[in-house]
Nanobody, 120 residues
């Protein structure tokens, strides 16, 4: 079994910063893609930032220049550094990983989500 465990959410004032972490554990043979999505109330879940096994990164236009995604291969962990946060960044942030697990198949996994609230 594979689990994605997120941490680092919370309440922050506009202009502030937060760092999210997501660690993947369990029987993992390889991680093909890993990143963060977010879902605000009444809206769909959208990509925030992600990177693939080749190191290519992609960001939502709304976070370019403010958010940075990085990873630690040895720890199967992905980070999201969020700076200059805005009220519209308020959402539940979900970690996602496309990986080859104990079934030897590519499977899509999600974390439980962590709330980020940007408010004065």
């Amino acid at each position: 079994q594979v689990q994605l465990v997120e941490s680092g959410g919370g309440l922050v004032r506009p202009g502030g910063s937060l760092r999210l972490s997501c660690a993947a554990s369990g029987t993992i043979f390889s991680i093909h893609d890993m990143g963060w999505y977010r879902q605000a109330p009444g809206k769909q879940r959208d990509l925030v930032a992600a990177f693939d096994s080749g190191g290519s990164t992609r960001y939502a236009d709304s976070v370019k220049g403010r958010f940075t995604i990085s990873g630690d291969d040895a720890k199967n962990t992905v980070y999201l550094e969020m700076n200059n946060l805005k009220p519209e960044d308020t959402a539940v942030y979900y970690c996602n990983a496309l990986l080859t697990d104990w079934t030897h198949r590519q499977m899509d996994y999600w974390g439980q989500g962590t709330q980020v609230t940007v408010s004065s």
